[in-house]
């Protein structure tokens, strides 16, 4: 199993571009999640997916668009990157029962000049 | 709100003694489930353990222990035995209540704190 996979690894934008972070899972899992990774701030939540056709905002969605295009793939969209939305981005899958724990992807590190 | 505080932004231990991470949360409901991420210089993000609020036992998993203390709202990770391997950032989590109370599946990070061992 590959588990949660997101392509790309690294991106690089002009202010302005727009661009779509694909996230796939090969565990059956019901809910997926975007997030985004600053220095100094921990992890927070762009938005997630409790299950297959639901979206929903958490955190920080400004600026942002999700398509759960299905139950393993969940894409995240920036239409108009703006260099605030350097980052990196994590997507993640989790069961909707028992203890929930998430599974990460490698993150894609994202930088917008 | 809810809340996840780790005050230490960064800690030494010296290989193969244990170590304490802190962490403290914030939450007005009675049924919440706490987690311990780790995320070496690699990037990923790595479940190494979680503790529900109901549980009586602290959990463990192999050389992770957790020191739940309800009443003080903490939920420190102690790792034993230090290894180089576990060089890293570890980050404390809880489950995010709803806006009709219950938990849902979301969860509130920390900011993390970074762990270095030294040989």
């Known amino acids: 199993n590959a588990g949660v996979t997101q392509t790309p690894k690294f991106q690089v934008l002009k202010t302005g571009q727009s661009m779509t972070l694909q996230c796939a899972q090969d565990m059956n899992h019901n809910s997926m999640y975007w997030y985004r990774q600053d220095p100094g701030m921990g992890l927070r939540l762009i938005y997630y997916?409790?299950?297959?056709?639901?979206?929903d905002k958490g955190e920080v969605p400004n600026g942002y668009n999700v398509s759960r295009l299905n139950k393993r793939e969940f894409s995240l969209r920036l239409e108009s990157a703006a260099p605030s939305q350097t980052s990196v981005y994590f997507c993640a899958s989790s069961e909707s029962r028992g203890i929930n724990e998430q599974y990460f992807g490698p993150g894609t590190r994202l930088t917008v000049t | 709100a809810q809340k996840i505080t780790q005050t230490q932004p960064g800690m030494f231990v010296q290989e193969k003694e244990a170590v304490t991470l802190d962490c403290t949360y914030d939450t007005s409901d009675q049924s919440y489930g706490l987690f311990w991420y780790k995320q070496p210089s690699s990037g990923e993000m790595i479940f190494l353990i979680y503790?529900?609020?109901?549980?009586?036992q602290n959990a463990t998993e192999g050389r992770y222990s957790l020191n739940f203390q309800k009443a003080r709202k903490s939920a420190n990770l102690v790792i034993s035995a230090s290894q180089l391997g576990d060089s890293a950032m570890y980050f404390c989590a809880m489950r995010e209540v709803g806006f009709y109370g219950g938990a849902t599946n979301k969860l509130i990070f920390g900011t993390g704190t970074l762990l270095a061992v030294q040989p």
């Open positions: 503790q529900g609020s109901y549980d009586e």
């Open positions: 997916s409790a299950s297959e056709g639901t979206t």
